[in-house]
């Protein structure tokens, strides 16, 4: 049986045995997780599972292997959850998923960064795309927030933001983290920051020139 890593839905049985060709439909991931049934009574006495778990091939380069990875996270820490947060840690695990994608997803940076020898790009050419995005500089002061116990440096945006407590919304059976960020005057959600972040992302790497080569 082939499931989605992330969300556990079925996937195509084809990808047993070849290379996964397509994100899953329900929440954008690539990885899959393959359950071969292996009768062992003969030899041990009784029969298990063996699960192995397939994830596309590193690309060579940091920013575009990042940037794949970002693309196909982005379902679950903007989408709805299935069920109801039933305890505190439901809202907690899922707060956590949320800011570690946006550390990681401001980290983008810091690969393009580091393949710049092999792209030609320098980093003031990175930074002054970023600084051109209010969303992207506001992703960065949060990044920061949430990474740093103590912030030492100038926020991106010209202020930091305030982060609120997360909580949890339902809706006709799934819920939603609920995770408000104010920042000069205006109340962001969280999941939609980092949405927003991934489609600022897209134009800078198309004003590098790298959303050409990697569509």
């Not at 109801?84 to 690969?111: G, M, N, Q, W």
């Not at 059976?173 to 897209?202: C, F, M, Q, S, V």
Request: aromatic fraction near 8%; include cysteine.
């Amino acid at each position: 049986m082939v499931t989605c890593t992330q969300c556990g839905a079925a996937r195509d049985a084809q990808f047993v045995n070849g290379a996964v060709t397509a994100p899953c439909t329900n929440c954008g991931s690539m990885a899959v997780t393959v359950g071969l049934a292996v009768d062992m009574r003969a030899e041990l006495g009784f029969t298990g599972t063996l699960e192995m778990e397939w994830k596309p091939a590193p690309s060579g380069l940091a920013w575009l292997d990042r940037w794949n990875y970002l693309r196909h996270e982005r379902a679950l820490v903007s989408g709805p959850i299935p069920g109801s947060p039933t305890i505190v840690d439901d809202i907690r695990r899922a707060y956590e998923r949320l800011t570690d994608y946006i550390v990681k997803e401001f980290h983008l940076r810091d690969c393009l960064i580091d393949d710049g020898a092999r792209t030609g790009i320098a980093q003031s050419q990175i930074d002054n795309a970023l600084r051109a995005s209010g969303t992207l500089t506001l992703l960065a002061d949060v990044a920061n927030t949430v990474k740093h116990i103590r912030l030492d440096r100038p926020p991106w945006s010209g202020e930091y933001p305030n982060i609120g407590q997360p909580s949890g919304s339902t809706s006709e059976g799934t819920w939603r983290l609920r995770l408000p960020i104010t920042h000069k005057g205006k109340t962001w959600e969280g999941a939609d920051l980092a949405y927003d972040a991934l489609n600022e992302w897209w134009t800078v790497l198309t004003r590098l020139g790298l959303a050409a080569q990697h569509p």
